[in-house]
Nanobody, 114 residues
Framework: QVQLVESGGGLVQSGGSLRPSCAASGRIFSIYIMGWYRQAPGKQRELVATITRGGSTNYADSVKGRFTISRGNADTVYLQMNSLKPEDTAVYYC?????????WGQGTQVTVSS
């Protein structure tokens, strides 16, 4: 019903920037909130940021002031990541928790070198 595809990860040096995107397709009318999660090796998957259909946003304390989640005019969500740190290294996943199903993208790798 809903497909999520992330892109835009990569390898950057500490202090650099990336802007991964998440493109949603299918029955997108059922999506009221979307989020970015990340998972580092050996650690739990954690919430990074969310955005509602109305544009309300929330961020994890660890990324406030550095990351910005936004929506394009198409069904695409972006995560602008500035001042990246090695601690931000993880696989970043797009998430859409609809009423019936919790949808996930395939993930995009972000690696920040020191």
């Amino acid at each position: 019903q809903v497909q999520l595809v992330e892109s835009g990860g990569g390898l950057v040096q500490s202090g650099g920037s990336l802007r991964p995107s998440c493109a949603a397709s299918g029955r997108i009318f059922s999506i009221y909130i979307m989020g970015w999660y990340r998972q580092a090796p050996g650690k739990q998957r954690e919430l990074v940021a969310t955005i509602t259909r109305g544009g309300s946003t929330n961020y994890a304390d660890s990324v406030k002031g550095r990351f910005t989640i936004s929506r394009g005019n198409a069904d695409t969500v972006y995560l602008q990541m500035n001042s990246l740190k090695p601690e931000d290294t993880a696989v970043y996943y797009c998430n859409a928790p609809t009423w019936g199903t919790n949808y996930w993208g395939q993930g995009t790798q972000v690696t920040v070198s020191s």
